[in-house]
């Protein structure tokens, strides 16, 4: 069995950063992909940034020039930079880790951007 955890949420004021973190672990063969995605009140999760395991990343243009995803897929950790943010970041951030066969989703961290 895969857990997924994520951590480092939490109410920051607008501008502000942030940085989360995300732990695989269990019965993991080959992670290709670690993603973030996020799911503000009311509205769909949404793709934010990836990376795989060869080192490229993909970003949401809502987030370019403002997260940084990093990370060692070969030791399943992951991490989400955030800085200049802004109240419409307000979501409960999710990571998700994907191997050639499935993927497997963490419960979420809660972030909150005041203004």
């Known amino acids: 069995q895969v857990q997924v955890v994520e951590s480092g949420g939490g109410l920051v004021q607008a501008g502000g950063s942030l940085r989360l973190s995300c732990a695989a672990s269990?019965?993991?063969?080959?992670?290709?992909?670690m993603g973030w995605y996020r799911q503000a009140p009311g509205k769909q999760r949404e793709f934010v940034a990836r990376?795989?395991?060869?080192?490229?990343?993909n970003y949401a243009d809502s987030v370019k020039g403002r997260f940084t995803v990093s990370g060692d897929i070969a030791k399943n950790t992951a991490y989400l930079h955030m800085n200049s943010l802004r109240p419409e970041d307000t979501a409960v951030y999710y990571c998700?880790?994907?191997?050639?066969?499935?993927?497997?989703w963490g419960q979420g961290t809660q972030v909150t951007v005041s203004s």
């Open positions: 998700a880790a994907y191997t050639l066969a499935s993927s497997t």
């Open positions: 990376i795989t395991s060869g080192g490229t990343t």
């Open positions: 269990g019965s993991i063969f080959s992670i290709t992909v």
